[in-house]
């Protein structure tokens, strides 16, 4: 089936380390978007991707870094720079250009311990 | 920034009841559109209205734009209980920035948690 796949569910990190969240789409979508989502709040944009092996800076991208290899992967890795990580992380796609509907994997949740 | 704000913050009614929610906005924008979120899940998307268009339905959605008052609305007719989630509104902005805030990609609301009582 075709979809936008997130791991893990769950991820528990320590204090100083890095980690990194999978996000794999196999919709042929060139765009790839990773928000954070914080307990009663909405999404904020920390990267996206328009095309291979280019991406750009969202609105809270200090703490974080992002790879796009391939048009399928789009991994974020949470930096030790990343003061308050522990958060609902969700990774979307969708078709370039305008007027077009994202689709959303399951999300990560990231607690740090 | 987040650009979209919907009201209520949260609604609970009877199954059967029609909801509405609202959403206000404050740049130009190319389209808003709705998604509907299940506790600890990832987001739906519903349903898409271009700058251009006024209303438009899908089954037991409706959906208004206002572009004048940067407005938007949700109604849900006879709702259900598995209607309960939170449902948010995202702003495809125009023109599209690509530097510091206000990059590419949706810009979303806090949502609104709807509670429908069965």
Known sequence: DGG?????????????????????????????????????????????SQIVNDFQKGDIAEGYSVSREKKESFPLTVTSAQKNPTAFYLCASSMQGRNTEAFFGQGTRLTVV | SQQGE????????????????????????????????????????????????REKH?????????????????????????????????TDPSPRMYSGGGADGLTFGKGTHLIIQP
Not at chain 1, 19 to 33: G, I, P
Not at chain 2, 65 to 86: E, G, H, V
């Open chain 1, 4 to 48: 936008i796949t997130q791991s893990p569910k769950y991820l528990f990190r320590k204090e100083g380390q890095n980690v990194t969240l999978s996000c794999e789409q196999n919709l042929n979508h060139d765009a790839m978007y990773w928000y954070r989502q914080d307990p009663g709040q909405g999404l904020r944009l920390i990267y996206y």
């Open chain 2, 58 to 90: 899908s089954g037991r959605l409706r959906v208004t734009l206002d572009t004048s008052k940067k407005s938007s609305s949700l109604l849900i007719t006879a709702s259900r209980a598995a209607d309960t989630a939170s449902y948010f509104c995202a």
């Open chain 2, 6 to 53: 919907e009201d209520p913050q949260a609604l609970s009614i009877q199954e059967g009841e029609n909801a509405t929610m609202n959403c206000s906005y404050k740049t130009s924008i190319n389209n808003l559109q709705w998604y509907r979120q299940n506790s600890g899940r990832g987001l739906v998307h519903l349903i898409l209205i271009r700058s251009n268009e």
